[in-house]
């Protein structure tokens, strides 16, 4: 059995999210999202998880060199519980694969690609927000193809993604922060 398998059984999706206002913040993310022009489905199956909302969005954007370039934004938010970081970093992972082997569902080219794998959930160990904030994502030089995880705590309402900042992807950490803000924050 593989680890996702695994990890999904023994933290599975919460099984009500209205009570503690998860559906709500859901929606709101999900129109965030369609409204920086991404698009959008919800309630996605993907086994072994069920992603609350998939968008996908290609932007053109700029080098350093003022190089134009093509990349993609895929965005997965589920619902689930990550007691320690090995949930995360499953989730992120299976994300980033995910996003590759169904680009064409997606509407996005195979290389530059940002997966952002976003977990929304009221119980996350402190090794796993410690774990997403100190380890830096997985980039393929190759693909140009990186891996963003992100988690969202709604019990103390922040997020927590990588601070850090790698010299050769400035602009792109930079940028999926910022987005990472503007989506899944608690502006009022």
């Known amino acids: 059995m593989d680890s996702h398998r695994r990890n999904h059984r023994e933290y599975p999706r919460a099984k009500s999210t209205e009570s503690n206002g998860s559906k709500e913040f859901l929606d709101i993310v999900a129109s965030r999202l369609a409204n920086d022009g991404f698009s ?3 309630d996605v199956p993907a086994d072994p998880y069920s992603l609350d909302t998939l968008a996908s969005r290609t932007i053109m954007g700029t080098t ?6 093509q990349w993609s934004n895929i965005v997965a938010v589920s619902f689930i519980r990550a007691p320690s970081p090995d949930v995360a970093r ?9 996003a590759y082997e169904n680009r064409k569902a997606l509407s996005v080219p195979r290389n530059g690609q940002a997966s952002i794998a976003v977990i929304v959930s009221s119980d996350f160990g402190v090794n796993t927000k410690r774990w997403v ?12 193809n990186s891996e963003f995880p992100v988690l969202v705590d709604l019990t103390s309402r922040e997020i927590s993604y990588y601070r850090g900042t790698p010299f050769r992807n400035y602009g792109l950490y ?6 990472s803000d503007k989506w899944f924050g608690f502006q009022a």
């Open 90 to 98: 499953d989730y992120s992972a299976f994300i980033g694969k995910y």
């Open 64 to 69: 350093l060199k003022d190089i134009k370039v």
């Open 133 to 144: 904030s100190e380890t830096s994502p997985n980039f393929s030089w190759m693909w140009a």
């Open 174 to 179: 930079e940028s999926l922060r910022n987005f």
């Open 40 to 42: 959008v489905k919800r």
